[in-house]
């Protein structure tokens, strides 16, 4: 069984845009900026904000946090218009959930698809549909990535994600199944109307799962050998647990990712990646 290391491999990635970014700022006179908003006090996403804060100082990112206790919508709007216009900005990220009363979708919408880094405005959705340049969503990102690094080609086989959010599992089938390094898979997008889930999931060779429910994929739904990547993160009375039953799979599993150590570094990982992206774009290089 193989154990895929996202800490691990996030770290790579860090240590190689660092020594990029060594060389680019020099150049161009700067760092590229990501600008975070973070409004309220969710415990979970102050800890969201933190790693992702170390992560831009590991890579040689300047960090340019906006934290607000609170706001209102027309507020908001208006710190995002201004972090578009600003020229040291190349990144910029909404830290979500918002709290209740803001339009969350309305804010995304207003970021200038360029700064985009979270891959969440419609313009890049639409890129990303067609198979076009653009920014995309940080965790199916950071999946794809992680299977590169590992050499586990999803090309030719069948692919099952489980979940049908806009921020992991659209985006994620959209991208196995698209033409190109790592894709050309056959992929079903289950949910919580698939008729016989179990079944789907048996026929598969890689299994995605990103529904929010602790330890949801079991060792008798999954084939022998198959490949399972556990996008899940539920905080439970005996501390955190993925979406698969770990200590179920690991057995039967030909590579499966660990909760916490798996995914959720490589996201952080991507965002660092796409901010990169957005300096270069912004600068020329």
Request: hydrophobic residues 40%.
């Amino acid at each position: 069984m193989i154990l895929l290391d996202g800490k691990a491999t996030a770290a790579t990635i860090r240590t190689e845009i660092k020594e990029e970014l060594d060389k680019l700022t020099g150049k161009y006179g700067r760092q590229p900026g990501l600008a975070v908003v973070l409004v309220g006090e969710d415990p979970a996403s102050q800890v969201y904000v933190r790693n992702k804060e170390r992560a831009c100082e590991d890579c040689g990112i300047k960090s340019m946090p906006h934290k607000l206790d609170n706001t209102t919508q027309l507020e908001l709007e208006g710190l995002i218009q201004k972090l578009n216009r600003d020229v040291n900005v190349d990144g910029i990220l909404v830290q979500l959930p918002l709290p209740e009363g803001l339009d969350s979708q309305k804010i995304l919408d207003l970021i200038d698809p360029e700064k985009d880094v979270d891959g969440f405005h419609p313009v890049n959705v639409g890129k990303m549909s067609l198979g076009l340049p653009g920014f995309k969503p940080c965790t199916p990102a950071g999946v794809i990535n992680l299977l590169k690094r590992y050499n586990l080609d999803p090309a030719c086989k069948k692919a099952v994600v489980i979940g049908r959010s806009n921020i992991v599992g659209k985006p994620l089938a959209m991208m196995l199944s698209q033409s190109g390094p790592c894709a050309n898979a056959t992929v079903t997008l289950c949910h919580s109307r698939t008729a016989d889930l179990k079944a789907e999931c048996l026929e598969a060779d890689f299994v995605f799962a990103a529904i929010g429910t602790p330890n949801f994929v079991t060792a008798d739904m999954v084939k022998e050998g198959a490949v399972v990547i556990d996008v899940g993160i539920n905080r439970t009375d005996e501390g955190l647990a993925g979406d698969c039953d770990f200590e179920s799979l690991k057995d039967k599993v030909h590579a499966i990712t660990p909760v916490p150590g798996g995914v959720g570094p490589m996201t952080i990982a991507q965002l660092m990646v796409n901010t990169l992206e957005a300096f270069r774009l912004h600068v020329g290089a």
